[in-house]
């Protein structure tokens, strides 16, 4: 067997004596590799770097703007409770921008004009609510 790594590292199966015991090896198994993707998810959040006007998917968490576009935030609705933080890593104007109808703490956007401001927002499942701000 292959040696594993993270988490399920110091789980090393028995060998099977049955078919029960087989089984509940796979099991454990995928139970321990199912928390490694979840830990090593969390450790690394995915980053984005952007040169042009861009729309935040999925699987971002962190997106770093270069140049002077705009950002613009998910439907609030599926992406509630869901945290993003946006950065100006260049020296234009980032501007995060909610979708039609939303909101990010009352306005339709939140510019970021200086080199490194950054904002961190949630959704409540209605619109944006910023938590922190440099």
Same mark, same amino acid.
């Given at each position: =067997?292959?040696?594993?790594?993270?988490?399920?590292?110091?789980?090393?199966?028995?060998?099977? !004596? /049955?078919?029960? %015991?087989?089984?509940?090896?796979?099991?454990?198994?995928?139970? $321990?590799?199912?928390?490694?993707?979840?830990? #090593? $998810?969390?450790?690394?959040?995915?980053?984005?770097?952007?040169? !042009? +006007?861009?729309?935040?998917? /999925?699987? /971002?968490? @962190?997106?770093? !703007?270069?140049?002077? $576009? *705009?950002?613009?935030?998910?439907? *609030?609705?599926?992406?509630? #409770?869901? *945290?993003?933080?946006?950065?100006?890593?260049?020296?234009?104007?980032?501007?995060? +921008? !909610? %979708?039609?109808?939303? $909101? @990010?703490?009352? /306005? *339709?956007?939140?510019? =970021?004009?200086? %080199?490194? &401001? +950054?904002? %961190?927002?949630?959704?409540?499942?209605? &619109?944006?609510?910023?938590?922190? +701000?440099?």
């Amino acid at each position: =067997m292959a040696e594993k790594k993270g988490i399920g590292a110091s789980f090393v199966p028995p060998v099977p !004596a /049955d078919k029960y %015991q087989r089984e509940m090896t796979l099991v454990l198994e995928n139970v $321990f590799n199912k928390i490694d993707e979840v830990l #090593n $998810f969390v450790s690394r959040l995915p980053s984005r770097t952007v040169t !042009a +006007t861009y729309t935040i998917l /999925d699987n /971002d968490a @962190i997106v770093l !703007a270069n140049g002077t $576009f *705009a950002v613009t935030l998910p439907l *609030a609705k599926p992406s509630e #409770n869901r *945290a993003l933080v946006v950065k100006n890593i260049g020296s234009g104007t980032v501007t995060v +921008t !909610a %979708q039609s109808g939303e $909101f @990010i703490d009352g /306005d *339709a956007t939140y510019p =970021m004009a200086a %080199q490194y &401001d +950054t904002v %961190q927002i949630i959704s409540d499942g209605t &619109d944006w609510h910023i938590v922190s +701000t440099k």
